[in-house]
């Protein structure tokens, strides 16, 4: 296995550590695999235009900066309608309701995209790990149910 060297960019206080990661890209000074951490983030931004409130301190603020590789731009397109089969999916098959401000559902949907677009044209099974987290979310999705 191939170790890359870190660059951790490790700041006291930002507006955002979105938009410090932005300006980084912009200014073209950005490294691939970049992580901007921040104790305090004055102005932070949650998924689809929500702001991110934390107390200084108390969560971890990061923003990590990925150049993909291994997809061409011109093939991203695919990425997006590979996850959006995958939601469908858990939505109509599984049941479950995807909320992808939960950090649990969204990295399921990654990892659960990840395993199929990497066993593409295979019929395997589920590995068990993610046998395993989709269960959970099941579970999670008919108490919330039970509870509305």
Known sequence: MKREKLN???LTEVDSTNNYANRLISEGSAENGSVVVSYYQKSGR???????ESAPGKNLL???IVFPQFLPAAQQFYLSKIIEGIID???NV????IDLDSPHHLMFVV?????RYQNKGIM???PRHLQYRLHKLIIASVKKNEKT
């Open 62 to 64: 990061a923003s990590i």
């Open 124 to 126: 395997e099974s589920m």
């Open 46 to 52: 949650g998924q689809r235009g929500n702001s991110w």
């Open 94 to 97: 599984h049941g479950l309701s």
């Open 8 to 10: 951790i960019i490790t």
């Open 111 to 115: 990892d659960f995209s990840t395993w």
């Open 89 to 91: 999916e858990l939505e």
